[in-house]
């Protein structure tokens, strides 16, 4: 599976550590950034990551930054993106199952390296449940954006 992966400068040392739990667990993952430290728009990042996705070039995409609000807000924005702004297995379990999301927000300023790793886990081990009325709801959200 090849996934999209970008954040801003407030979330920078969550990504690099996700792509090493990433790529050990046997992803494929695609940085589209930030390399640096330096200040930056999370909009940037987020919205390449999430047109990675949209277009099929990857097959999921989780994006960062200091609350996870506004990288879930940009990639919310390009069309086909379904991105769930997660911070516990609960949730990220259920968004999967009801919603296939195809992409996830974390806040690095609000969660730990840890519980990110096993939100991280959750989402991507769990398939979408494929039932008619979550594919029912699922086509009425994405029809809105017609």
């Given amino acids: 599976m090849k996934i999209a992966i970008g954040c801003d400068h407030g979330a920078l040392a969550l990504k690099n550590r996700l792509i090493s739990h990433l790529e050990n667990a046997g992803y494929t993952v695609w940085d589209f950034g930030t390399f640096t430290p330096e200040s930056c728009d999370y909009s940037d990042y987020a919205g390449a990551a ?35 702004l997660l911070s516990d297995p609960w949730s990220a379990k259920m968004t999967r199952l009801h919603n296939d999301t195809n992409m996830m927000a974390l806040g690095a300023g609000v969660i730990g390296e840890n519980l990110a790793m096993e939100i991280v886990d959750t989402w991507l081990t769990t398939a979408f ?18």
Avoid: F
């Avoid at 097959?59 to 769930?84: E, F, P």
């Fill in 50 to 84: 999430a047109r990675a996705v949209a277009s099929g070039e990857c097959d999921r995409g989780i994006v960062l930054c200091t609350t996870g609000i506004g990288v879930s807000i940009a990639a919310n924005k390009v069309k086909g993106i379904r991105c769930a």
């Fill in 129 to 146: 449940s494929g039932e008619e009325r979550h594919c029912r709801r699922i086509a009425k959200v994405m029809d809105m954006e017609k």
